[in-house]
Structures are given as structure tokens and as C-alpha cells.
């Protein structure tokens, strides 16, 4: 039974690498600009259905996934990829949180400018580990879950799509890592 959970195991892993491979070759060969399909995307809505996803994985090691998005927040992107991003960033949050850490997601606007923010109460990161995101297949040494180190790569390359901003930094209310993901401020019609 132990090998089968451990062969099982080592399929989940292969396949979620080979679809952030897959997903980081699509974003390089897009265009530097928003494509055709760039949309109006309500990031409280994909935020809320990621969370949601995400919250049986929480629940299985003892975290708190908490979500605050009081209002529609709306940013021009692909909804895909826009849900590739939340979820690259709130899956981090949880593999590199210890068992029973907290785990919060902020979608708003501030000065019309729209954000989602994830903010975790794990060890952090060092300046020289942060400097390094984004190299693909970094991974910061000494965690023991599972991962690639490609969803920065893909969190970046999506930001930049779109003319995001992605900032990383101590969590003031957490302790941990907190990471804000900031759109252009929205054109009035």
C-alpha cells in the first residue's frame, strides 16, 4: 500500500510539473503585450473559486485559508491565466507554511488601483532568497513538501502580461512572506 501511495504520489508531482512547464513555454511564446483574449476579469470571483480549490489542502495540514474580497474587483486579463496566477501564489503560501499556519488573501482596490495580496504566517524568506524568485527551478532549502520552483517564473511572466507589479515581503500582520500583485489602474469609459 506504501508504494502504490508513494508511486501515486510521484505521478501528482510529474504531472504538476510538466503543466507548469507547459503553462511557462505558452506564456514565453505569447506576445509582450495582452493578447486577443484579454478580458475584463473580476479577481474577487477567481480568487474566491481558487481558495475553494485550495481548501481541502489547507484543511489536510491543519492551516487556515482566510479570504477577504468585500467587492467586485475587476482588472484586464485572461481569466486562466489570472486563476494560474492565485493559485501559483496561494499554493506557495501553503507548501512553504508549516502545518497550522494561517494563510490570508486580500482582493481589493486601493485608489482604484486593484490588488490581491497573500500573506502567510511561515518562516519568511531572506533578502538574498527574494532577490533569487523567479530563477526557474529555485527553491528555497530546508522544505520537505513538494514543489518545482517554477510558479514564480509563471507569476512574474503572467504580471508582466498584464502590466502587474509583483512585490514580496515581510508579512506585518502574518510574520511570514507577503506578496502583492498590483494592476494598472482601470481607464473610465
Known amino acids: ?29 505569447a506576445p509582450a ?11 474577487r470571483m477567481v480568487a474566491r473559486r481558487v481558495a475553494a480549490d485550495l481548501a481541502p489542502l489547507a484543511l489536510a495540514h491543519h492551516q487556515t485559508l482566510e479570504l477577504e474580497a468585500p467587492t ?17 501564489l496561494i499554493d506557495n503560501a501553503m507548501r512553504y507554511s508549516p502545518d497550522g499556519a494561517k494563510i490570508w488573501v486580500s482582493v481589493a482596490a486601493q ?22 524568485l523567479g530563477e526557474r527551478f529555485f527553491r528555497v532549502l530546508g522544505h520537505e513538501r513538494p514543489g518545482s520552483g517554477l510558479g514564480w517564473s509563471i507569476v512574474k511572466r503572467i504580471g508582466n502580461l498584464f502590466g502587474a507589479q509583483v512585490q514580496v515581503s515581510r508579512s506585518h500582520r502574518l510574520g511570514g512572506l507577503a506578496v502583492s500583485v498590483r494592476w494598472p489602474l482601470q481607464p473610465t469609459a
Open 1 to 29: 500500500l506504501h508504494a502504490l501511495q508513494s508511486t501515486l504520489a510521484g505521478c501528482d508531482r510529474a504531472t504538476r510539473l510538466v503543466e507548469q512547464l507547459l503553462t511557462l513555454a505558452r506564456l514565453e511564446a
Open 33 to 43: 503585450s495582452p493578447s486577443a483574449s484579454a478580458t475584463t476579469v473580476d479577481l
Open 72 to 88: 467586485p474587483t475587476l482588472v484586464v486579463g485572461d481569466d486562466m491565466l489570472v486563476s494560474v496566477l492565485v493559485r501559483n
Open 111 to 132: 485608489f482604484g488601483q486593484p490588488y490581491l495580496r497573500v500573506e502567510d504566517s511561515g518562516p519568511g524568506m531572506t533578502e538574498q532568497e527574494i532577490a533569487r
